[in-house]
């Protein structure tokens, strides 16, 4: 479904992503973690294109980014983001947030979008809050919001930028919970968080990476219990220790 | 006939050359005056007062509300009403210091109201007295927030003294006027004209654009 | 002293300077519209990639910016009959208007555009939405929201500007003033009474410019007014 080979990226003289060779499997769930700057959000932003790529080949469902041939408008349809600060639109309720695209890029019925946007909303808990605005909202249901809005687009794939990490931490678990829910029925998902609750649970493969390479990959059993590099049981010690 | 056009035109350069000096001076006495008035005005109208406050306040909306020609023709014309002799020199400069001592005023009193009250009330702790609180705290921190306005606000003063010429000042604009009268070549004169200003005008609004720059830099801001 | 204020001027010259009041406020409207269509075109002009079409534009805002609106009615004034235009003052005047407050609505606009983060243009492509979409759709909705109390004090200042157009003999407010003070020599009943009527115009805009600030929940205007 995603395939990294050989990808290369640079900030000016910044080598931020080095030599990444990496794939997801249809229906994968797999979980990013390492330090900050270890280039994990360049990584899963380079998927949908909102960053580019300096050489190597990424492919993402069937089509190769940077290609000529490819329409990144249409392929990012395909493609779910969550982002850290959700990034809704203030100017929009709930239900205008999660039906926009739906009506604009999808071309769906205003009426039919507007029944699909409120089963997904209620799905995610939000029954109530069709007609609140972001700002009236707390974060969790603001990021609740903002992943109802990713799953109107009925994607493929499914990319979290550290989706709980602007959230207090009495709200963390109300987003996770949607998170699970989403990965058991089967989206395949990258997922960049150092919630390693969440990815015990649903996580059929851990990345680690610094300093912009990947450093270790395995099931979160092998990864928590018997981490294989220095690096990787220094990061572990010290997420754990909170 | 271009030829012709040209060369009155060269004969007109030092009249051009006083108009230049007529603006700058102009300009220059007007803005340290309205500099320093501003500047004590805008502390004043902080202080806590509320009378001087609301006085300062409807003074400004006077200023603010009313087109600076109109300012002018009030001073120059209506003073004289109440036994003061002015010529149009000094008329103009009342004119525009008053006009620039608002504006600044309103900058000024901006900056020193964006300095967070948690910055006050540390110096309250530690003992300051309130001159010192104002000179060692507020000023220093208000100051980088008006700096970039404060040299906007310099080119719109040093424009708005082009308005002077309505009452006989010979300064930029007026030589303009005296020589389309000559040269009937009204692109061309004010042409050379908006370049005068340009020379003097456009380095500040670069300074401003620089100082506005390293000011959102220094907050830390996204630049897009 | 003013002791020989004299009101019943001002009312024998009632009809002169509420043509004057209807005149300034008309062409003020005129005059904002034109500075709106050119204040646009100048910000769609001064965001694209290509420099052919944001230099001139830039240039443009510069040259204005850099120069006073007195010069550049007088460069319009004395030199478009110079290019076979002869206009009516009025005509000019509010050319003058419009091209001289389109280069600040350029930039109002453009700085409305830029206040809108980035986080809400990436939203709009990572759900695969055009530019154009996510300027219509996600951009412009939120940047006309900021946009509105500064435009309403350029609005201001181009009533305040067009007061400069009497001094190209258009017959608007001032002029209206300037005609009472040399008929009669009564500069005082003539420049106060033109100042009372641009404060009515000042005060109207100002508070409608508080208002939608707070209606909009945005900060009010700043201090270029």
Redesign the interface.
Known sequence: MIEFRGVNKWFGALHVLKDITLSVEPREVVVVCGPSGSGKSTLIRCINGLETIKDGRLVVDGQRLGDRATNMTELRTEIGFVFQSFNLYPHKTALENVTLAPIHVRKIQRTEAESAGREMLAKVGLAEKFNAYPAELSGGQQQRVAIARCLCMRPKIMLFDEPTSALDPEMISEVLDVMVGVAEEGMTMMVVTHEMGFARKVAQRVVFMDEGAVVETGTPEEFFSDPKTDRSRAFLSKILRH | MIWFQFQSLIGSYPLALRGLGMTVALSAISLVLGTLIGFTLGVLRTSGNRLVSRVIGLWIDLIRGTPFLVQIFLIFFILPEFGVELDAFTAGIIALTNLAACFICEIVAAGIRSVPTGQVEAALASGLSQWQRMRQVVLPQAMRVSLPPLVGQYVLLIKDSSVVSAIGLTDLTRVGWLVVQRVPNGLLVFAIVGIGYFVVCYPLILLARRLERRMSAAHGEVQL | ??ENFSFRTIIEYLPLLGEGFVATLWLSIVSFAGALAVGIILCAMNLQHSQVLKLPAKMYI??I????????L??L???????GMVLPELFVGILALSLNSGAYIAEIIRAGI?SI????V??G??????YA?RMR??IL??AI?VTIPPLLGQA?VLV?????L??ISVSEL?RA??LL?SDRFM??EG??T??AC??LL??GL?SLAVLSARWLGVRPI????
């Open positions: 002293m003013l510069d040259a910016r850099a120069t006073p609106l007195l010069a550049q007088y460069f004034y004395f030199g478009l009959p110079r290019l830029l983060s980035r986080g809400q990436e939203a492509v990572a759900s695969g939405m055009t979409q759709l996600v909705p939120q929201r201001i305040k500007d067009s007061a400069l009497s001094l001032t003033g300037q003070a500069p005082a420049f106060i033109t100042a641009y404060l000042y005060y100002k700043g201090s270029r007014i």
